[in-house]
């Protein structure tokens, strides 16, 4: 029997890890360790997935998370080497780009364990970001690339890996597995008053919440836009102590709700009439639920789905921001397959198994 150690750390994994530990639960000859590595933790943004998702409790929580990048990653690396070393794996399996994606990437490859990497080859082509250094680290130590889209590949192609020879297969994104499956479970949030139609709005990245000027255009624009239509915002505390700095109020038409599970995310989602956010995750969930979205960034991974005209990246830029809510037209073909359609679990079971 193969065994894999899973590594998880930060929300979004837990959705992508969810579908893929339904898969290695019908195979009698797979077994799987999962581990928390404690990057963002508390109550309400973790253990209510494992909860509500249906997956299976970690055999180990680390603890670890709170402190700078280095200190962060260094102390998983070591941690989780640990844990190596006690259950000897045949694979560790990692996913997406935050630190806990890369400490157990280290890990595995400094023990001579074969690593896998779900969501590989994705680049934003910023290296500003941690996410962007995480990714193409992890891509250059893992065995197989498990890549959701042709675009990934060809950045792997691009770089050159042919010549370290690792594994390269298009499987789609496990998160579209996940959000078919999770549509049926979804769930309105407690005590949220909706009589019509509203919009999703998300704000969390550093290269937002961090810069005065940027944030405070992207508030602003949301104020405006909240006049013709009210925006449903749950609200990350690191975002919600930024806010409070500001020397304006949000609209009364912005319901500023806390953080939510997973459930009550599809739902919001499934729900409203257009999603803008600055997080890559729920860009290509806004696809899933056929939903435009407007993207509070300057680049994204998903390109796809720009060059499809079903997102538009208009920054932190007040009047693109504007333009692309008035003036933007969006595809409506929300049929054709950029991710999959739902099967890509299952190909990334198939293929450890026949590596």
Known sequence: MLKIVTILG??????????????????????????????????????????????????????????????????????????????????????????????????????????????????????????????????????????????????????????WGARVELVGDVMQDGALF???????????????????????????????????????????????????LPLHPRTKSKLEGLQFKLSSSIKVISPVGYLNMVWLIDNCKLVMTDSGGLQKEAFFFSKPCITLRDETEWVELVHHNFNVLAGADKKNILSAFNEYIFNDQYGIDLYGNGFASNKIINSILNY
């Open 182 to 232: 999770y549509k049926g479970l979804a769930v309105k949030p407690n005590n949220l008053e909706l009589t019509g139609e509203f919009i999703l709005s998300t704000i969390h990245r550093a290269e937002n919440t961090d810069c005065i000027d940027r944030l405070t255009s992207i508030v602003e624009s949301l104020n405006i836009i909240a006049k013709s239509i009210p925006i449903v």
């Open 10 to 163: 930060a929300r979004p994994q837990f959705i992508k890890a969810g579908s893929v530990s339904r898969e290695i639960s019908k195979c009698d000859t797979l077994h799987e360790i999962i581990v928390h590595t404690g990057q963002h933790y508390d109550t309400n943004m973790s253990d209510v997935f494992f909860d509500e998702m249906q997956i299976p409790k970690p055999t180990y929580f680390l603890g670890i998370g709170g402190n700078s990048h280095g200190a962060m990653t260094g102390q998983m690396i070591e941690k989780i080497e640990q844990v190596l070393l006690k259950e000897k794996p045949d694979w560790v399996l990692v996913y997406g780009d935050t630190n806990s994606t890369l400490a157990g990437a280290i890990a595995a490859s400094k023990l001579h364990i074969k690593v896998a990497h779900v969501e590989a080859g994705l680049r934003s082509f910023n290296m500003a970001m941690p996410e962007e250094v995480n990714r193409i680290l992890t891509d250059r130590i893992s065995s197989i690339l498990f890549c959701p889209t042709k675009i990934a590949i060809q950045n792997l192609d691009n770089e050159g890996v042919s010549k």
